[in-house]
T-cell receptor, first 115, second 112 residues
Framework: NAGVMQNPRHLVRRRGQEARLRCSPM?????VYWYRQLPEEGLKFMVY????????ESGMPKERFSAEFPKEGPSILRIQQVVRGDSAAYFC?????????????FGPGTRLTVL | GEDVEQSLFLSVREGDSSVINCTYT??????LYWYKQEPGAGLQLLTY?????DMKQDQRLTVLLNKKDKHLSLRIADTQTGDSAIYFC????????????FGSGTRLSIRP
């Protein structure tokens, strides 16, 4: 049973480009969460999605960031017109439906570097 | 607001016990977690405790919760070099079905 998968593991973008980060939850999990970790800091919640629905996006920056979790395929975190301050590790987590809210399983992260 | 605080560094001798402390502010926390992050890796859930418990033991790990003082600790017995990592304390509020609030992490280093 594969864990949460994220790709790419490392992503380099120049300022102004777009970054697309992908997350495949664990098998059977229908809840996906995105977190951002700035250097030397803890993880900060960004968004919580279920299939085709954004449930809580209270941690998402108002501009340039968007997330989706389509009916088929991975969850995507999209950052448009990246800036240097977007350089961070982005972690995805998943949990099963129903009463699984208490435990989130994390992927290995995507490390985004903006030049 | 919700906040989780922990010290940044801890150094212990191999074979000794490590105690990592954490305080949180949200009185409605339902679950409290300890995650381990090794260099360049994701987060591994070590253990978690429900807020109506005051202690949980799992092999070398002991979690103590003082709900009155909003204080959580993780004790690692017989610390080994493989325990070197960053340890994150985190909590989930009863009012939120989604987000987990993380501390900034405690970097544990092991001396020979």
């Amino acid at each position: 049973n594969a864990g949460v998968m994220q790709n790419p593991r490392h992503l380099v973008r120049r300022r102004g480009q777009e970054a697309r980060l992908r997350c495949s939850p664990m098998k059977g999990h229908s809840h996906v969460y995105w977190y951002r970790q700035l250097p030397e800091e803890g993880l900060k919640f960004m968004v919580y999605l279920q299939k085709e629905n954004i449930i809580d996006e209270s941690g998402m920056p108002k501009e340039r960031f968007s997330a989706e979790f389509p009916k088929e395929g991975p969850s995507i975190l999209r950052i448009q017109q990246v800036v240097r301050g977007d350089s961070a590790a982005y972690f995805c987590a998943s949990s099963p439906p129903g009463q699984g809210y208490n435990e989130q399983f994390f992927g290995p992260g995507t490390r985004l570097t903006v030049l | 607001g919700e906040d989780v605080e922990q010290s940044l560094f801890l150094s212990v001798r191999e074979g000794d016990s490590s105690v990592i402390n954490c305080t949180y502010t949200d009185s409605s926390s339902t679950y409290l977690y300890w995650y381990k992050q090794e260099p360049g890796a994701g987060l591994q859930l070590l253990t978690y405790i429900f807020s109506n418990m005051d202690m949980k033991q799992d092999q070398r790990l002991t979690v103590l919760l003082n709900k009155k003082d909003k204080h959580l600790s993780l004790r690692i017995a017989d610390t080994q070099t493989g325990d070197s990592a960053i340890y994150f304390c985190a909590e989930k509020s009863g009012s939120s079905a989604s987000k987990i609030i993380f501390g900034s992490g405690t970097r544990l280093s092991i001396r020979p």
